[in-house]
C-alpha cells in the first residue's frame, strides 16, 4: 500500500531526505515521520517554497513529473514587471544550463502561460526576509509550465530584466497550495493530476 503527502515546503530546507555533505542543511524529514522510501515528486530548491508532492510510488513520481503535468509558480521579482516582459516569458527565453550533462549550453524555453498578478494567495511571510521598500517596488507574477530545467522560473524571470525575489509553486496539476502553512504536511490517499 503506497502512501502520498502533500507538503508546503518552507524556504531554507532541501527537497531531499539525506544530504552528506559536511554543511548542515534542513531537509524533509525534519519536518515529519514520512515512511521509508519517500520520494519527492520533483524538486525545489533551498531558496524556493511551496507545494511539494511526495510518495513511496515510484510509477506516480513519473506521471506527476511528466510533461502533461502542468506546475504554477508565483514569483515575486525585482521591480514591476511589465506586460511586454511577460509576453517575452510566454513565447519562451533563452537560458543557460549548468551541469555535466548539459556542458553551459544554452536553452529557450517551451511556451507558456504567464500573466502579471494584481493580488497573491496569503502564502504567509517568508522565512527570511527579502527586502522592504526602500530598495524599490516588487511584483508578481503566476507562471505555469510543463517543463521543469534546473532553476528554470529564476533564470526566466532574469533574462527578462525581472530577477526573482521569491519563489512560490502553487499548484500542481490539478493539486493546489490552498491553506496548507509553511511546513504542514497532509497526508491524501492519492494525486488527481
Known amino acids: 500500500m503506497h502512501r502520498h503527502f502533500l507538503i508546503h515546503k518552507p524556504y531554507g530546507y532541501l527537497s531531499q531526505f539525506i544530504y552528506e ?8 524529514g525534519e519536518l515529519y515521520d514520512f515512511p521509508e522510501n ?10 524556493s517554497e511551496g507545494l511539494l508532492l511526495l510518495t513511496t510510488d515510484g510509477m506516480m513520481s513519473e506521471i506527476v513529473r511528466s510533461k502533461k503535468v502542468e ?3 508565483y514569483a515575486q521579482v525585482d521591480g514591476l514587471i511589465t506586460e511586454e516582459a511577460v509576453e517575452l516569458l510566454r513565447n519562451g527565453v533563452e537560458i543557460g544550463l549548468h551541469g555535466k550533462k548539459y556542458k553551459a549550453k544554452k536553452y529557450i524555453t517551451k511556451r507558456c502561460k504567464a500573466t502579471i498578478l ?4 496569503n502564502l504567509g511571510e517568508r522565512g527570511k526576509k527579502i527586502r522592504d521598500e526602500r530598495h524599490g517596488p516588487t511584483s508578481w507574477v503566476s507562471i505555469t509550465l510543463t517543463e521543469g530545467k534546473f532553476r528554470q522560473v529564476r533564470k526566466m524571470t532574469s533574462a527578462v530584466g525581472f530577477p526573482t525575489l521569491r519563489l512560490v509553486r502553487v499548484r500542481v496539476g490539478n493539486i493546489h497550495l490552498n491553506d496548507l502553512k509553511a511546513g504542514e504536511v497532509l497526508e491524501v490517499s492519492g494525486f488527481d493530476v
Not at 555533505?21 to 524533509?28: A, D, I, S, V
Not at 494584481?118 to 494567495?121: A, R
Request: aromatic residues 4%.
Open 21 to 28: 555533505l559536511k554543511r548542515k542543511k534542513k531537509l524533509l
Open 38 to 47: 519517500t520520494m519527492a515528486i520533483g524538486r525545489l530548491d533551498e531558496d
Open 71 to 73: 506546475k504554477e509558480y
Open 118 to 121: 494584481e493580488s497573491i494567495l
